[in-house]
């Protein structure tokens, strides 16, 4: 079974800094997809980012980017010039590439990210 | 809007009482799970649906059962809440998406108590 970790319970950053949420996991798999989603206060699931593994370059969506190490198994997230709104829950999640495992998602089990004005 | 709906947004009640926690999508999903929150364990799936009728367990399904009479409906069943059952509570969907699936669009969540 696949397992996802994330190691920081919680994390803090200066408003405008940059800083970097880690994420490992652990498969057997070749085919799969990563993905980190955040969760405001308000509890909503937001999708932030999402890798494919079969991809070498890595995501990046505005201020978000991974840096995806495919052989590491690590997928971490680096958000640049924090704003107030980018605190919250951010999970780490893991979606296996086989059509028998539907669209399930692992989820590691959380990072909550201060932003200190 | 493109959405999923649950409902109730919060809901106490005490052991052994039947409850039923509604999840509707107007997307025409092929595919709705639901999944639990707990504080130190992140996400975890209860149950999941590939399409009306189909229904299977996930990681956590002890104590919940679904059903899927209508592609636009999952609905979660707690015949007899315990208090472990005391959760944050999501319903997603998603479609299929070239050869995998779509992300999953996740309703706002249900917070349970159970006392």
């Known amino acids: 079974a696949q397992t996802v970790t994330q190691s920081q319970p919680e994390m803090s950053v200066q408003e405008a800094e940059t800083v970097t949420l880690s994420c490992t996991y652990d498969t057997s798999e070749s085919d799969y997809y990563l993905f980190w989603y955040k969760q405001p206060p308000s509890r909503q699931m937001i999708l932030v980012i999402r890798q494919e593994a079969y991809k070498q370059q890595n995501a990046t969506e505005n201020r978000f980017s991974v840096n995806f190490q495919k052989a590491a198994k690590s997928f971490s997230l680096k958000i640049s010039d924090s704003q107030l709104g980018d605190a919250a829950m951010y999970f780490c999640a893991y979606r296996s590439g086989k059509k028998s495992s539907g669209d399930k998602l692992t989820f590691g089990t959380g990072t909550r990210l201060a932003v200190r004005p | 809007e493109a959405q999923v709906t649950q409902n109730p947004r919060y809901l106490i009640t005490v052991t052994g009482k039947k409850l039923t926690v509604t999840c509707s999508q107007n997307?025409?999903?092929?595919?709705m799970s639901w999944y639990r929150q707990d504080p130190g364990l992140g996400l975890r799936q209860i149950y999941y649906s590939m399409n009306v009728e189909v229904t299977d367990k996930g990681d956590v399904p002890e104590g919940y059962k679904v059903s899927r009479k209508e592609k636009r409906n999952f609905p979660l069943i707690l015949e007899s809440p315990s208090p472990n059952q005391t959760s944050l509570y999501f319903c997603?969907?998603?479609?299929?998406?070239?050869?995998?699936?779509?992300?999953?669009?996740f309703g706002n969540g249900t917070r349970l108590t159970v006392t």
């Open positions: 997307m025409n999903h092929e595919y």
């Open positions: 997603a969907s998603s479609y299929r998406q070239g050869g995998g699936y779509s992300p999953l669009h």
